[in-house]
């Protein structure tokens, strides 16, 4: 049974730690479905950036202003009518809270893996702006989706393509149109 809300096309926020390949995977996935994508860090003010480049992590007062923007641009895909996939790490539930109160029907698709494959993944990505360093902190700070939270969990091991088109049987209206 498909989980949109209305019938309307799905806001989604493709959750996970660094280097399990939310990027490629919303990308895939808003191809799929015909939605606006848009990439978290790109909502980062240069101050985050350069603590994170310099392999500082983020504390939530960082955080906060970076995810209200977020939250932002989900309520505006969901009042526009357009649905909309956005990347978020999203990794704590108070954070999750915040884009939810931006976009209460929001659905996050957490992409899960081993520690030591996204650890290879990131050791071997180049121009992005967050160090393998830092991917201790995330698992860390990590807050599995809880049972009251709209979402579902895929394991990253499959294709990029496979993984955006299970996300999409999930996600598509029962009659398959998002248009």
Known sequence: ??????????????????????????????????????EA???????NIAKMSAGIPLDDRDRQPWLTALGGWLGERRAAGTGG???????????RDTLRAHCPDAFFLHLSGDHRLVE????????HFMPASLL????AALEPL?????GAVLDVG??????????????RPVNGDLA
């Open 1 to 38: 049974m498909a989980l949109t809300v209305e019938n309307r096309p799905p806001v989604i926020v493709v959750m996970g730690v660094s280097g399990v390949g939310k990027t490629t995977v919303a990308e895939l996935l808003a191809d799929l479905l015909h939605l606006p994508h848009a």
């Open 41 to 47: 860090d790109d909502f980062h003010p240069a101050a």
């Open 85 to 95: 996939v956005v990347t978020c790490s999203a990794l704590k539930r108070r954070y």
């Open 120 to 127: 290879d993944r990131l050791a071997h990505r180049s121009g």
């Open 136 to 139: 201790d902190s995330q698992y």
């Open 146 to 150: 809880g049972p009251d939270e709209r």
């Open 158 to 171: 499959p294709a990029p393509y496979d993984l955006a088109e299970m996300a999409a049987q999930l996600v």
